[in-house]
């Protein structure tokens, strides 16, 4: 195996003849080639910082600078002219140089350009900022027949005239943006109370007024001029916190409590090979992190003209979670030229470049197969290894301490953590059946949980491959939101099944075989008694946690995003009001609603909360039930919901949220050791219906028009209250949506099939609303 052979690649002996030194050739050439690597590396991402560093300026508008700055001043002397393009700063710098003509009125001039240039360059980038502070644009009405006003035609005007002669990289942007406004703390205040008023009856919601009126009023002053000054020294006040208490500081298990996942394709089927599938998305997936480490990934862009913050792609690649006592930290590791590969129980530490360079399909499908083709027995124990991860924080933070920081097994863990990703070759078939929709339910359990010890949850993600070469992923979310891997799994599916000639008419990979590649090496573990208790220990907790999903994926096909426009209303507003009446039909009454927006026009930014279950919305639904309401009042009274569900997403993205600030303002009373009555029942408040778009269209290879099928079914995660729904849905071209609906089997009060059903009806409802009002 690899290991052995690497072990005789350099030795000596020392004799009575002399000392003997013995080499291997190729293996000296391998480590030449991998330091070679490194070093373009380190030198192309200085670079590269170094021309983002500049944006909107460029390194090339600094070499015409001095260019010209140095011809015109020493033109001056060579024609006599009195013109001094400095303005006298070179004439003056001459007086604090000691070198000899030309070269000090070179070095001179060469200082004044460039000091000229830095001006420019930061008038731009200020600019640049103050423009993108701008938000005026997002409410902005849209559709036929409106218009912008004047102030965002002079913003895109202004906008446009900085930055049309840029190409900007994936970090181009990041020094330009700006950053996360704090709200002020009685504007949150009386969107808190707006936002709870259908939930609670009127005695309640007077108690709850009355909470909120004593902490505005009392410690909620203090407590926000604590966060006004993080606000000023942080690039984005929530960020760090959030991450720390919401992800890293939890002890729970973060199989399907925080895990997410993603599916396949599920229309298309391009090859049946195991070992040919896993080859294109894992060599699809190192193209994704080359445009990522060299920065040719262009960045998110709302409406084509303002970016969207990219510094969660850094850690998209060989990153992993590592577990703590108190609290879990994230690890990102510059560089991996493998990937850890489980497969029957073992783990395999697979090489993915040779001599400095990626290997191509066909090699990486030759080294699958001989994983596959490995008839060695597991380790005891080592089996439900990955089971660590899915338990409880604690334990799995001291056995990693006790069992895994020393000899073979901290060699062995390093490998899977330092790997580039997890690649998980399934031995069960998983397929979609248009007349058995168990089967895509299935499928989605096998991404969310799996068997609760086969994948390594604490890598940022894992591919799943199944015997049947249907694909999906399992993603930890502490390091990224799921925009950040929607773009990376569209980009490898794109390749995949877009690009022309990945597989033959036999299903395997195309292309040359340059080389036998390095063989994979399989991890050894030496796992002992009171280790394998706590391995145990743990999948118990797992098995217990997976055991308890209800997970049901919804394929609707009746109508798509293409209706929904037609009734001129945002699609996202049309199904989060579909969710809604589907909610109250199931449970009987309004619940606290969580919809996951984004926070990225801002430096830093990850999420913020929209809450759909709004006083418009409650009304909506109360008259759909109210049969002696018309459908024209049904319809003017959805459109308002809509309206306010808008206006409610695009406060969240540009900094008004309410949920955010509330936190960090709780984070602050308890680093304070304050206890206050009405941040208490706020955070404490469950969210019994949890909702999250998945995005698309992130790339511009996928052209859903000439592509269809292309598109993914989505992805979803865990219930996060245990008496309510997770539901992520995917609007998934003109005509289909996908549901991902989970709940607790242990949850007398919830159903996944039962809820999927209600979606369903709900939608149908809608669509004869409409109808109907068009015949009149």
């Not at 423009?131 to 997002?138: E, R, S």
């Not at 990102?332 to 129980?345: K, P």
């Not at 089996?383 to 334990?395: F, M, S």
């Not at 395997?508 to 391995?535: A, F, H, M, Y």
Request: proline share 4%.
């Amino acid at each position: 195996m690899a290991e052995a052979h690497s072990a005789v690649a350099f030795s000596f002996a020392i004799t009575h003849e002399g000392v003997h030194v013995n080499y291997d050739r190729e293996v000296l050439h391998v480590i030449w080639h991998s330091g070679v690597r490194s070093w373009r590396r380190g030198i192309r991402r200085f670079v590269n910082n170094i021309r983002c560093g500049v944006f909107p300026a460029s390194l090339s508008s600094l070499a015409l600078t001095v260019g010209g700055y140095n011809a015109m001043y020493l033109s001056r002397d060579l024609y006599g002219t009195n013109f001094d393009i400095s303005l006298g700063l070179a004439d003056l710098l001459k007086k604090h140089v000691k070198l000899e003509e030309p070269a000090k009125g070179i070095v001179c001039c060469t200082a004044s350009a460039f000091a000229v240039w830095c001006g420019v360059f930061l008038f731009m980038r200020y600019t640049l900022r103050l423009l993108y502070m701008y938000k005026g644009w997002m409410y902005e009405a849209r559709g036929r027949g409106k218009t912008m006003g004047k102030a965002s035609k002079l913003w895109v005007l202004a906008l446009k005239s900085l930055t049309w002669f840029s190409r900007p990289m994936l970090y181009s942007y990041q020094g330009a943006l700006p950053r996360l406004p704090l709200p002020a703390l009685d504007d949150t205040m009386s969107r808190y109370l707006r936002s709870v008023r259908p939930l609670m009856d009127d005695e309640n919601y007077v108690r709850m007024e009355k909470l909120a009126h004593d902490f505005q009023s009392g410690i909620g002053k203090k407590l926000q001029r604590y966060l006004v000054l993080k606000s000023w020294w942080a690039t984005n006040y929530v960020t760090d916190w959030w991450e720390e208490f919401v992800y890293l500081r939890g002890r729970s298990p973060i199989m399907v409590n925080s895990n997410f996942y993603g599916t396949d394709a599920i229309l298309l089927h391009p090859t049946r090979i195991q070992a040919a599938r896993a080859a294109n998305v894992t060599h699809a997936a190192f193209l994704f992190r080359r445009l990522i480490d060299n920065q040719q990934l262009s960045p998110i862009m709302a409406q084509n003209m303002v970016p969207l913050c990219s510094y969660q792609y850094e850690r998209t690649f060989n990153t992993t979670r590592i577990p703590g006592i108190q609290t879990d930290k994230i690890v990102h590791f510059s560089d991996a030229t493998h990937i850890a590969v489980y497969h029957a129980g073992r783990f395999f530490k697979m090489p993915c470049y040779y001599k400095g360079k990626l290997l191509t399909p066909k090699e990486l499908q030759i080294q699958f197969e001989r994983i596959l083709a490995d008839e060695s027995v597991p380790e005891k124990g080592e089996a439900n290894l990955g089971a660590l991860t899915a338990g409880e924080r604690k334990p799995w933070a001291e056995a990693r301490t006790k069992f895994f920081s020393k000899g073979i097994n901290r060699s062995s863990l390093e490998t899977i953590e330092k790997s580039a990703f997890v690649l998980v070759l399934e031995e069960d078939d998983y397929d979609y059946c248009e007349d058995d929709p168990s089967q895509l339910d299935r499928f989605g359990r096998a991404m969310l949980h799996g068997k609760g010890y086969d994948r390594w949850y604490d890598k940022s993600f894992n591919v799943i491959v199944m015997k049947n070469g249907r694909i999906g992923f399992n993603a930890e979310h502490s390091w990224a939101d799921a925009a950040i891997m929607s773009h990376l799994w569209e980009y490898v599916l794109t390749e995949d099944l877009i690009t022309i000639g990945q597989y033959d008419e036999n299903g395997n990979c195309t292309g040359p075989v340059n080389c036998d590649p390095p063989l994979p090496s399989r991890l050894k573990w030496e796992l002992k008694q009171d280790c394998l208790q706590v391995i145990d220990s743990s999948f118990r907790v797992s098995e217990a946690l997976l055991n308890d999903v209800d997970l049901r994926l919804y394929m609707h096909t009746a109508y798509g995003k293409g209706f929904m426009k037609s009734c001129r209303l945002s699609p996202d507003a049309y199904t989060q009001m579909a969710l809604q009446l589907a909610y109250y039909r199931d449970a009987g009454k309004f619940n606290l609603t969580y919809e996951a927006s984004m926070t990225r026009l801002f430096r830093d930014g990850r999420t913020e909360t929209v809450r759909p279950c709004t006083i418009e919305s409650s009304a909506w639904v109360k008259a759909m039930e109210d049969k002696t309401v018309s459908n024209e009042d049904c319809v003017s009274l959805l459109k308002k919901a809509c309206v306010q569900h808008q206006l409610g997403y695009r406060d969240a993205m540009c900094g008004k949220g309410i949920d955010r600030h509330l936190f960090c303002l709780y984070v602050i009373s308890k680093y304070l050791e304050v206890d206050n009555p009405f941040l208490n029942e706020v955070l404490s408040e469950p969210w019994r219906l949890s909702t999250s778009q998945t995005p698309h269209g992130q790339t511009s290879k996928m052209d859903l028009s000439k592509h269809p099928k292309c598109i993914s079914a989505g992805g979803g995660f865990g219930p996060v209250a245990d008496d309510g729904y997770g539901v992520s849905y995917i609007i998934a071209g003109e005509d289909t949506l996908f549901f991902h609906v989970s709940s607790k089997k242990s949850s007398p009060v919830t159903d996944s099939p039962r809820f999927a059903r209600q979606i369903e009806k709900a939608l149908a409802d809608i669509k004869n609303l409409f109808e109907s009002v068009a015949k009149k």
